[in-house]
């Protein structure tokens, strides 16, 4: 009672009643399509340069152009000449080209990201995205899912077989993620009719009858209170201990699962070159045990939200860096570091509003494919600078030579410009291969 619930949540069991507090046009989804939409008012660097150099370029072509009429009229002693070569020299000194493709290279490249679930809010955003050396990453929702599984049973005094199944009939009637990772674990039917009694002790654990039997499953403060023999163990993971009939019977371990493509995109990431940090609340042996698996380059654990930004302020001094998180509790490093990505799908609101980056599909591996295409885009963008003003300045001293014709002037503009527009234009297929 009192949780939010997410557009799009999906209900497995029982019966709600959900209060609208938003209408659509105040939904995070419809902020995050604003914000894309708004994107083209936070220019990147490559666009404020263009916008510069017009301001300049276009008053010094014009200039030049009339320079062009006296020079020449006075030299050929025809002033037709000199118009017809000022003419020539203005359609090559047309700013076409730069001005319509390098907007349309972020636009394109922020589109494409679109298409692969990256929402991107505005192009300075590439500017950094394209300039990351660290990336930081929460643990669980980010490299986790938050699903768990069984991974030890230590020290059963039972058969495995048993001790699961009277786990598993100690979780039969909860939802709770680790209910759902012993009851996929137990191998045997549970016959519903025989449970009764059950309670749920808080923050113990729960006590069932199945058939007449008193099953106890819980942590290690459940079977102390109920005083029960047993051993405390010390291991990675969440311990879950079970008694049948006042007898200890073993400890179950459960670890949180690493989502599918993590250990693919930690290998991406490092194949760039960045370094890789994990920022965790979880104890810091967790949190090592989980970056060993994923060869992360290192691990911060036992971390309250304020711990974060400071390990991120303290990272940030070796280059530019990029946080990736989901909670509540993520919104402020996320917003602190140079670059914040969220995942969107499991992320909270806050999250997503404080990020600069939403990853729609919460999958790692866009991490990736999000800083492989901003540098694609950056070099798109400067390939298309380097070309048009290359052609202009080559074709601009052929025309006030008079070596240039008008078709030569016609190609230094419009065909320069659909060139650029064509090569701006493959950005609308996001992928992972060099521009």
């Known amino acids: 009672v009192g949780d939010a619930v997410l557009s799009g949540s999906v209900n497995e069991t029982g019966v709600l009643e959900i209060v609208v ?21 936070h220019k990147a660097k490559a666009e404020r340069f263009i916008t510069r150099f017009s301001r300049v370029y276009t008053p010094t072509v014009v200039a030049a152009s009339v320079v062009t ?15 017809a070569r000022a003419c020539t020299f203005l359609v090559i000194s047309c700013p076409c080209a730069l001005v319509i ?10 589109g494409g990201l679109s298409a692969q679930g990256i929402l991107v809010k505005g192009a300075t955003v590439i500017d950094r995205l394209a300039a990351v050396k660290n990336i930081v990453m929460d643990k669980t929702g980010t490299l986790t899912s938050g699903t768990f599984a069984v ?25 709770h993620p680790l209910a759902l990772g012993i009851r996929a674990a137990n191998p045997t039917s549970i016959d519903e009719t025989m449970l009764t009694d059950m309670k749920q002790i808080a923050g113990r654990g729960i006590s069932i009858c199945e058939n007449g039997n008193v099953i106890l499953a819980g942590n290690a403060r459940l079977l102390k209170e109920q005083g029960i023999l047993f051993t ?17 019977e073993g400890c179950i371990v459960l670890q949180d699962q690493i989502k599918e493509g993590a250990v693919s995109a930690i290998e991406q990431l490092k194949k760039e070159g960045l370094h890789t940090v994990i920022l965790s609340g979880d104890d810091q042996a967790l949190t ?14 036992a971390c309250m939200p304020e711990d974060k930004v400071k390990e991120v302020e303290r990272i940030r001094q070796r280059g530019m860096t990029a946080f990736v998180g989901d909670g509540v509790n993520d919104a402020p490093v996320i917003a602190s570091a140079d670059v914040g990505l969220a995942m969107g799908g499991i992320g909270s609101d806050a999250a997503i509003e404080a990020a600069d980056i939403v990853l729609m599909n919460d999958r790692p591996e866009q991490i990736s494919l999000a800083i492989q295409s901003a540098r694609r885009i950056l070099r798109t963008a400067n390939i298309n600078i380097y070309f048009a003003i290359s052609i202009k300045i080559l074709t601009l001293i052929f025309g006030a030579l008079g070596y240039a014709n008008m078709w ?11 060139l650029c527009v064509l090569n701006a234009m493959r950005l609308l297929r996001s992928n992972t291969k060099p521009a």
């Open 21 to 41: 507090q938003k209408t659509y046009g105040d939904s995070t989804v419809a902020r995050i399509l604003e914000l894309v939409e708004n994107s083209e008012a």
């Open 151 to 175: 991974t030890t049973i230590l020290h059963a005094r039972v058969k495995e077989e048993q001790l699961l199944h009277d786990a598993a009939a100690a979780e039969y009637f909860s939802s």
């Open 408 to 418: 030569m002037a016609i190609f230094a503009d419009t065909g320069v410009a659909m």
């Open 69 to 83: 009429v006296i020079v020449t009229a006075l030299l050929t002693k025809s002033i037709d000449e000199g118009i």
């Open 232 to 248: 405390e163990e010390e291991q990675h993971g969440t311990l879950v201990y079970v008694a049948r009939n006042g007898q200890y």
């Open 288 to 301: 090592q045990e989980v970056a060993r698996k994923l060869s992360v380059d290192e691990a911060i654990g």
């Open 101 to 110: 493709s390098i907007p349309l290279s972020f636009f394109a490249g922020i």
